[in-house]
C-alpha cells in the first residue's frame, strides 16, 4: 500500500513539474470557417511578440503555451483584421476564449482585462471618427463644437480609467492602463497624474518585484520626475536666445532660424507618419493665414529618417511655412537642445527669446497666445 501510494506521488510530482509553466488555451470560433489563422501574442513591454500561430478546425483551436512565467503576463489572442480576446496569465492558469463573442472565461484579471481592453477600442474608434469629421468642417463654429464634443469624450474616459485605477490598485490591468495612448500622446502622460502611478506601483511592486511590466513602470515614474526637475530648472533659469538650427527645406536650401525675422516665431517638431498629423496641419493652416501678416512665422521640424515620405506630405498637404527636416530623427541634436519629450512638440517664442509658450501641440492655447503676442 506505501509503495502505491510513493508512486502515485512521485507520478503527481512528475505531472507538476512538467505543467507548472505551462498554459492552455481553449479557443472556440465556430462561425470561422476551417483554416482561419488565429495569432496568440505576447505584451513585451511595449512591443506585441507572436508567439504562435494556429489554424481553425471543426470551429476550435488549443494553444498550448511553454514557459509562462509565475508573474501575470498579457496575452492576446487575435484574428487579424477583426479583432482579438486580452488575457492575462501566469504559470498554469488555463483560459476558454471564445472568438464568436470576442470573450474570455478563466482568471477574473482576464476577464476584467479583455472588458477593459474592448471598451478602450471602442473609444478609441469613436475618437477617430470624431477627428476625421473634424477634419472636413470648414465652419468655425461647427468645428468648435466638434472640438469640445472630442475633449468631453477623452475627459470622460479619462474618468473612468482613474476611477478605476483608483478603486483596484493591485490589478495589473492597470499597467496597459496606464500606458495607453490616443495618436501617439499618452493618457496618463501629464507630470499630474505621476500620484497615479506611484500608487499603482506601490501596491504592485510588493505582489510582483519581479514583474518586467511592474520594473517598467517604476523606470517611467522616475523618467517624469526627472523631467519634473529639469523643467523646474529650465523654468527657474535666465531668459537666453533660442538655440540655432540650420536644417534644409523641401528644396535643399538650408534654413536658419535666426534668419526668421518675424515678431513671433512657432517652432514645431513633428514627424509626417503620425496619425494624426494632417489634422494638426490644417489647423496650422488656418493658424498662419490668420497671424502671418501679423509678423507671425512657422518653422517646422520633422525628425524622420524617411526624406521622401516627409516630401510628399509636405506637397499634398500644401504647406507654406518653413519646413525642414533633419533625417537624424531620434538622434537629432534639436532633442536636447529644446528638450523635445514626445512629438508633436511646440515652442511659441519672439525676437528677444522669449519662451511664450512650450509643450504638446494644444492648438486653442496656442493661437490664444499668438494672438495677444503679434498686437
Known amino acids: 500500500m506505501k509503495k502505491i501510494l510513493f508512486t502515485v506521488l ?58 509562462v512565467p509565475s508573474t501575470p503576463n498579457f496575452y492576446y489572442v487575435e484574428v487579424p483584421g477583426k479583432n482579438r480576446v486580452s488575457l492575462i496569465l501566469s504559470s498554469g492558469q488555463n483560459a476558454d476564449v471564445n472568438l464568436d463573442k470576442w470573450s474570455v472565461e478563466g482568471s477574473e484579471e482576464s476577464v476584467l482585462f479583455n472588458a477593459i481592453e474592448q471598451e478602450y477600442a471602442e473609444f478609441f474608434k469613436q475618437i477617430s471618427d470624431k477627428t476625421r469629421k473634424l477634419a472636413e468642417i470648414d465652419d468655425a463654429r461647427e468645428r468648435k463644437q466638434m472640438q469640445t464634443e472630442i475633449a468631453k469624450h477623452y475627459i470622460a474616459f479619462k474618468k473612468q480609467s482613474i476611477k478605476r485605477v483608483m478603486t483596484s490598485p493591485a490589478s495589473m490591468t492597470n499597467i496597459p492602463v496606464l500606458f495607453r495612448k490616443v495618436f501617439d500622446v499618452q493618457i496618463f502622460g501629464d507630470d499630474n497624474d505621476a500620484y497615479l ?38 523654468s527657474g533659469a535666465p531668459v537666453i536666445p533660442f538655440p540655432e538650427i540650420s536644417l534644409p527645406d ?42 502671418h501678416d501679423k509678423s507671425f512665422e512657422i518653422y517646422q521640424v520633422a525628425l524622420e529618417a524617411n526624406k521622401t515620405l516627409w516630401a510628399s506630405s509636405v506637397r499634398n ?49 496656442i493661437e490664444t497666445v499668438i494672438s495677444k503676442a503679434v498686437k
Not at 530623427?329 to 536636447?336: G, H, K, V, Y
Open 10 to 67: 512521485v507520478a503527481s510530482m512528475v505531472v507538476s513539474c512538467c505543467t507548472a509553466d505551462k498554459s492552455v488555451l481553449n479557443i472556440t470560433a465556430s462561425s470561422f470557417p476551417d483554416s482561419t489563422q488565429v495569432l496568440v501574442n505576447k505584451l513585451n513591454i511595449n512591443q506585441l511578440q507572436t508567439i504562435d500561430t494556429l489554424y481553425i478546425k471543426g470551429g476550435k483551436a488549443v494553444c498550448e503555451l511553454s514557459d
Open 197 to 234: 502611478m506611484q500608487n499603482v506601483y506601490d501596491t504592485l511592486s510588493v505582489l510582483y518585484p519581479q514583474s518586467p511590466y511592474v520594473v517598467s513602470l517604476g523606470n517611467e515614474i522616475e523618467l517624469k520626475r526627472q523631467r519634473k526637475e529639469l523643467d523646474n530648472m529650465i
Open 250 to 291: 523641401i528644396n535643399g536650401k538650408q534654413r536658419l532660424l535666426s534668419e526668421v525675422k518675424e515678431k513671433v516665431i512657432l517652432l514645431l517638431f513633428w514627424n509626417s507618419e503620425l496619425a494624426n498629423i494632417p489634422v494638426m496641419n490644417a489647423e496650422l493652416k488656418n493658424l498662419y493665414s490668420k497671424f
Open 317 to 365: 498637404q500644401d504647406i507654406k511655412w518653413i519646413s525642414v527636416i533633419d533625417t537624424r530623427a531620434s538622434q537629432s541634436a534639436c532633442i536636447p537642445l529644446y528638450y523635445v519629450s514626445n512629438l508633436p512638440f511646440a515652442y511659441v517664442m519672439n525676437q528677444n527669446g522669449d519662451m511664450l509658450y512650450k509643450g504638446d501641440v494644444d492648438m486653442e492655447r
